[in-house]
């Protein structure tokens, strides 16, 4: 079977675009409705990634629009460095609200990279200013995704993202990954005695670095590209906390893709009885509509910063940026308005039903997630979890072309079982979808991967 005739554009010829890949051809995305975008062709897709897991609310929303458009004709711009602007303060303080108990402030960025780049510097200067000098290596799990920026890069545990970029950054230790699916103490039931168990491999790094040096943990609550909706074991993330408090390290979770609602809570950590010591978070935070990314300590970490003469070390020129605040808290009052953290929540539960339904085919090896932040993982062999032979490329291109045929946008990912093998799909609608929605995306999955047995022979 062929794929479906699509009008596209080669890397080459992107205007002056250096893109992502030359070597390619790229359909044109010309705009999009809610749940959908079309391409140059007029043909319609059901975006069941909402974008890259940003597009929380859906496309082109009026409301904010109006909004932008509003702060861009009052003032579009003014340096964070040298004043104030309301809408600032107005979006932090709404966040604020929105943030667990202890979390009243943060520092608004550009992107998640950034977001992340910040929280390990603020580690680090937190440290530093109490006269813990020595203190300033962040761990980072496997299998995991902070960014691309050096220091993001640095905590990341993802070979297929950073390899080529190694000596350009510190390598920080990482701890094993902590997924059930693929615990070694388990078949995936191992419940809190594993989690406990796998958040002490944490313990032991620290002891081997010497605690003196480590500054934070970081950890994604639950797992984006690195690992579709993967998380671990009840307890993992109780005893992490613990860990940390032993040894003055900090507790960094990064929400970029879990937070502002995509998996049925407000922040993913708060599906476990767990206070970090910063958050961050981009991505669902203003919708797609406008680059933000935002760092979001705890009082106790903000209490340290609060005496300083000279402050945080770090900024940037979009730091607290009007237009984009503006844009933000729009987004977060369409998300309050509509209750959109209770509906990813209970559509989610509906679509994570629904698609046991894919278990009917051989190699959907696992479907996890939680609220809206679901994934399928694919192997070649359910009983030893063994990856697909046309594990990479072939079979995530596939995936994807033959998502486009069945008019569903998937985001196949993978490289996450010994570094480069391992096939995996993100599936992260906006928030705004109904049972009736979701129950189109089953049945578009379902066709997808018919499509894609048939291809490959599976
Ligand atoms: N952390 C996580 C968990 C992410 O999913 C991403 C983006 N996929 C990032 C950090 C980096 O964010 P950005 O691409 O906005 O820099």
């Known amino acids: 079977m062929s794929h479906q005739q699509r009008t596209t554009t080669p890397g080459t010829e992107l205007g002056g675009m250096f893109p992502r890949v030359f070597d390619t051809e790229y359909v044109t995305i010309t705009r999009g409705q809610g749940h959908y975008v079309w391409d140059a062709d007029d043909n319609r897709y059901l975006d069941a990634i909402s974008g890259n897991q940003n597009v929380n609310i859906g496309h082109g929303r009026e409301e904010i629009a109006a909004a932008a458009k509003e702060q861009i004709e009052t003032l579009e711009y003014t340096s964070s460095m040298l004043f104030a602007n309301e809408p600032a303060m107005e979006y932090t303080a709404k966040i604020a609200e929105f943030t667990p108990d202890g979390f009243e402030h943060t520092w608004l960025v550009g992107s998640g990279s950034e977001a992340n780049e910040s929280a390990i510097k603020m580690a680090r200067q937190y440290h530093f200013e109490r006269g813990d000098e020595r203190k300033y290596k962040v761990i980072g799990r496997r299998r995991s995704y902070h960014g691309n920026t050096a220091g993001a890069m640095a905590v990341s545990g993802f070979p297929a993202r950073k390899d080529k970029m190694e000596p350009l950054f510190q390598n920080f230790p990482k701890a094993p990954s902590a997924t059930p699916y693929r615990c070694p103490y388990c078949d995936g039931d191992g419940g809190r005695e594993c989690g406990i168990e796998r958040a002490n491999e ?176 694919f192997v070649g062999d359910r009983e030893t979890k063994a990856p697909l032979e046309d594990t990479g490329e072939r079979f995530q291109n596939e995936l994807f072309e033959s998502g486009l045929d069945n008019s569903i946008i998937t985001y196949p990912t993978g490289g996450h079982v010994d570094a480069s093998k391992g096939d995996l799909t993100l599936l992260t609608p906006p928030l705004t979808i109904d049972e009736a929605d979701a129950d189109e995306i089953v049945d578009r999955m379902d066709a997808t991967l018919a499509d894609v047995a048939d291809e490959l022979g599976l």
């Open 202 to 377: 944490l313990e032991r790094i620290i002891q081997d670095e010497g605690a003196e040096s480590v500054a934070a943990f970081i950890t994604e609550p639950v797992t984006g590209a690195a690992n579709a909706g993967a998380y671990p074991h009840d307890g993992y993330f109780e005893r992490v906390r613990e860990i940390c408090d032993e040894y003055n390290v900090l507790m960094i979770v990064d929400e970029v893709m879990a937070g502002f609602g995509r998996t049925g809570e407000n922040f993913g950590i708060e599906h476990w009885d767990v206070t970090p010591d910063i958050i961050t978070s981009a991505k669902g935070m203003t919708g797609g509509y406008t680059p933000v990314g935002g760092t979001m300590p705890h009082r106790r970490v903000v209490e340290v910063f609060e005496d300083l003469e000279n402050g945080f070390q770090h900024g940037h020129t979009y730091c607290f940026n009007p237009a984009s605040a503006a844009i933000g808290k729009a987004v977060l009052e369409y998300m309050q308005a509509r209750d959109l953290v209770a509906n990813s929540r209970q559509v989610g539960a509906h679509l994570h039903e629904e698609l046991q339904r894919l278990y009917k085919y051989d190699f959907v090896g696992d479907i996890r997630g939680k609220g809206l932040m679901l994934g399928i993982e």
